[in-house]
Each structure stands twice: as C-alpha cells, then as structure tokens.
C-alpha cells in the first residue's frame, strides 16, 4: 500500500472534491421593477370596547388626624379590591401621606 499522497490527493481527502464553479448569472434576463409601487394603507388597530363588568368595590372609612388625642376627621377611602385587608392598607397607606394618626373605622363591600 502506498503511503505517500501527493498534494491535490490531500486536498480532495481534507477539503472534500472539487466542486462545479458557480452557474454564471445570465445578463439578458433582468427583473423588471415598475416605476410605480402601490402600498396597501396600514389600518390603525382597532380599541376593542370593554364590557363594563362588576368591579368589586370597598368602603374604608378612617378617622385621621395630626394631634394626639385632638380634633379627628372622617375619611372615606373607595378601593376597586375584594380584599377587605388590601383595602385597609391601601387606604392607610394613603391617608398616611398627609395625617400622623389613622384609624379604621370599617370596611364595607360596596
């Protein structure tokens, strides 16, 4: 068995065989673009109409204000919530800004 390989022997085994050359581009037929391209105007997305369903709604009634032991107001607090818990904190969470001292009164689903 030979063991020497010349050099495009070596080539064919490495790189594969030799491959057809690219078909050349024919030059007579050309693609024609028109002069004038009409383009289909885009329709804007359309808003979809919501149905107005329930939205559970509570009543957070606080009584708040900046003295200890002084003149206390009533404050009523709307959440769009089920959660009477979360209702609570969002409305003392809010009441919080503006007055020192809050307290709950009740929480009544609307």
Do not use: C, Y
């Given at each position: 068995?030979?063991?020497?390989?010349?050099?495009?022997?070596?080539?064919?085994?490495?790189?594969?065989?030799?491959?057809?050359?690219?078909?050349?581009i024919?030059?007579?037929?050309?693609?024609?673009?028109?002069?004038?391209?009409?383009?289909?105007?885009?329709m804007?997305?359309?808003?979809?109409?919501?149905?107005?369903?329930?939205?559970?709604?509570?009543?957070?009634?606080?009584?708040?204000?900046?003295?200890?032991?002084?003149?206390?107001?009533?404050?009523?607090?709307?959440?769009?919530?089920m959660?009477?818990?979360?209702?609570?904190?969002?409305?003392?969470?809010?009441?919080?800004?503006?007055?020192?001292?809050?307290?709950?009164?009740?929480?009544?689903?609307?």
């Amino acid at each position: 068995m030979n063991t020497e390989l010349t050099e495009e022997e070596m080539r064919r085994a490495l790189f594969g065989g030799s491959e057809p050359p690219a078909p050349a581009i024919n030059t007579q037929v050309l693609d024609t673009v028109p002069d004038v391209v009409t383009v289909q105007p885009v329709m804007g997305a359309k808003k979809k109409k919501l149905s107005k369903a329930f939205t559970p709604r509570q009543r957070v009634t606080l009584r708040v204000g900046n003295e200890f032991e002084g003149k206390m107001h009533e404050l009523v607090h709307e959440a769009d919530t089920m959660s009477s818990l979360v209702a609570e904190q969002e409305a003392t969470k809010t009441a919080r800004k503006k007055f020192r001292f809050v307290e709950v009164v009740s929480v009544k689903s609307m």
